[in-house]
């Protein structure tokens, strides 16, 4: 069959010009990066506090996820750890129709009316590093397992005081479901028989204020002159820990250990005067919340054990029992290895 040249060219013009408009529909159809499909979703990142370095690295590790997932987050919180307050952000969030919160709860049970109020008007909980009661959220995004880094505190202070001794805790605020939990798994550990002349005499509780948290460990040193240690599962109470001790020049007699960033603790570390400590990434773990947050406003994740979920550069997550999912390990930081971190 003969075509003539003038009854192609306005064939080829169609046929060019379908294949760019699919081209075109294609690339805005696109999945966001990591294959998952957003919808360009509102978080609220609401931290116990804002002002110390777990949270404001929280953030910078949401705002990668989001920035991956075509999504934003607003971060803010009490500038201290305070219920009432932290309320106050939960209801305003979800007066801006936020599509999620990400909290890290000062009181478990206090802000559960808020949050479940929160998820019937549309807007979603996930909660990170301190759960809140699991019926007032979705998923709980944590660092590490809770009996990981209960024990592990356990397991470095034991060393220090060569399992004999009187020794304290100085925890954070008397609420918080983080350093509860950990200081139950503390007990648990404390029960294998190596520990049995370690004696636990005091929880003490300098609320995540560096003051506060200053006096208390002064306290514990006067009211147990005996003292071999002082585990603080509190970033803020950890350096306040060793300081006074520092300050006391009871350094090797009495022991610090617990929860904090290898910045803060660094000097204290070099100069013999803290062996070791524990923490994570809380930029991972902002991260994670914040991958879980949009796998929860899209309705990919319910909660449901065994479900699974795209937490980009941390791979594939599967949710575990309780509706939890997890970062990794805690790290334990000494003098060998703390140069290798700058967090
Ligand atoms: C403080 C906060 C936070 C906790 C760390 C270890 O920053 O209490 O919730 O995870 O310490």
Redesign the pocket.
């Known amino acids: 069959m003969q075509v003539s040249k003038r009854a192609v060219i306005p064939v080829l013009l169609v046929l060019v010009t379908v294949a760019l408009v699919a081209a075109a529909q294609a690339r805005t159809e696109a999945p966001a990066a990591h294959g998952v499909a957003s919808k360009g979703y509102k978080f609220f990142l609401l931290p116990?506090f804002v002002g110390?370095d777990?949270?404001t690295q929280s953030n910078q590790g949401a705002q990668q996820a989001a920035k991956q997932l075509g999504d934003t987050v607003k971060y803010g919180g009490p500038s201290k750890p305070d219920v009432g307050q932290q309320i106050q952000f939960i209801n305003n969030a979800v007066q801006q129709r936020y599509d999620a919160i990400i909290i890290?709860g000062n009181d478990p049970n206090a802000l559960a009316p808020a949050l479940k109020k929160a998820a019937r008007r549309g807007t979603k909980v996930v909660s990170f590093?301190?759960d809140v009661a699991p019926t007032a959220r979705t998923i709980f995004a944590r660092?590490a397992s809770a009996q990981s880094i209960g024990a592990v505190e356990v397991v470095e202070l034991g060393k220090q005081m060569r399992y004999t001794g009187q020794f304290a805790i100085l925890s954070?605020t008397p609420t918080?479901s983080?350093?509860n939990t950990w200081i139950g798994f503390m007990k648990k550990e404390l029960k294998k028989p190596r520990y049995k002349r370690m004696k636990l005499v005091k929880i003490a509780y300098g609320n995540?204020d560096p003051t506060k948290s200053t006096e208390e460990a002064q306290a514990l040193l006067t009211a147990y002159p005996k003292l071999k240690g002082i585990i603080s599962?509190?970033?803020?109470g950890l350096p306040a820990a060793a300081r006074v001790v520092q300050q006391q020049r009871k350094c090797g007699k009495v022991n610090i250990t617990g929860?904090?960033g290898p910045n803060q603790m660094r000097a204290f570390v070099k100069k013999g005067c803290v062996k070791s400590f524990a923490?994570w990434s809380f930029v991972d773990l902002g991260y994670l919340a914040t991958r879980a947050a949009d796998a929860v406003a899209s309705g990919r994740l319910t909660g449901v054990a065994g479900q699974k979920f795209d937490a980009g550069r941390l791979g594939k997550k599967t949710v575990e029992p309780g509706g939890i999912v997890t970062t990794g390990q805690p790290i334990v930081f000494n003098r060998k290895n703390i140069d290798k971190y700058h967090f």
């Open positions: 116990k110390i777990p949270f890290s590093d301190a660092p954070a918080s983080n350093q995540d599962p509190t970033s803020v929860l904090g923490l």
